[in-house]
């Protein structure tokens, strides 16, 4: 089945510990995308991604790094300086242009 | 990024009412307007967008309109289910984030039998 894997569902981490969240999709989209959800907070960009090797910023990219090095890939690392962790994480994708974003069923961190 | 605001947060209905949703953008240049439906502990599912060529949109009991001048854009959703029930999000793109959506802050909508 085409679609939008994200790995692990559930993560927990001592605090200080880099974490790496993985997001594979085998839609052959162009772009992907990385969301932050909170209670209350809507979705917020971290990172997105047009192209392999090629990568911006969104809203709220402190504390976090990606890699684009695959298409189908696009694996969120959370790092130490990210002062709040905890969250539910959303990757998506899409064809580029505006259009569907394609969601993954997230994952959610707890820092200890 | 672009301003997003959505209204009600919370909106309980009786089963077999209709239910509104609305939300406003701040950027002009936004031409897609989508609408997300998200079950607990799962990702967001599309269930309707507009485009900005286009005033209303249609789906048997959900509709949108889109107000370009007003820039606000509304969700209908007619003859409510108990399975309606769920988190709604409304979102606008715009160019300089490669199509990425910024959404609103999300509704919860609540329908009871």
């Known amino acids: 089945d085409g679609g939008i894997t994200q790995s692990p569902k559930y993560l927990f981490r001592k605090e200080g510990q880099n974490v790496t969240l993985s997001c594979e999709q085998n839609?052959?989209?162009?772009?992907m995308y990385w969301y932050r959800q909170d209670p209350g907070q809507g979705l917020r960009l971290i990172y997105y991604?047009?192209?392999?090797?090629?990568?911006q910023k969104g809203d709220i990219a402190e504390g976090y790094s990606v890699s684009r090095e695959k298409k189908e890939s696009f694996p969120l690392t959370v790092t130490s300086a990210q002062k709040n962790p905890t969250a539910f994480y959303l990757c998506?994708?899409?064809?580029?242009?505006?259009?569907?974003?394609?969601f993954g069923e997230g994952s959610r961190l707890t820092v200890l | 990024g672009e301003n997003v605001e959505q209204h009600p947060s919370t909106l309980s209905v009786q089963e077999g009412d209709s239910a509104v949703i609305k939300c406003t953008y701040s950027?002009?240049?936004?031409?897609?307007f989508p609408w997300y439906k998200q079950e607990l502990g799962k990702g967001p599912q599309l269930i309707i967008d507009?485009?900005?060529?286009?005033g209303e949109k249609k789906d048997q009991r959900i509709a949108v309109t889109l107000n370009k001048t007003a820039k606000h854009f509304s969700l209908h959703i007619t003859e409510t289910q108990p399975e309606d029930s769920a988190v709604y999000f409304c979102?606008?793109?715009?160019?300089?984030?490669?199509?990425?959506?910024?959404f609103g802050k999300g509704t919860s909508l609540l329908v009871t039998p």
């Open positions: 507009i485009r900005s060529n286009v």
């Open positions: 979102a606008a793109s715009f160019g300089n984030s490669g199509y990425a959506l910024n």
């Open positions: 839609l052959n989209h162009d772009a």
């Open positions: 998506a994708s899409s064809m580029v242009g505006p259009g569907e974003l394609f």
């Open positions: 991604s047009q192209i392999v090797n090629d990568f």
């Open positions: 950027d002009s240049a936004s031409n897609y």
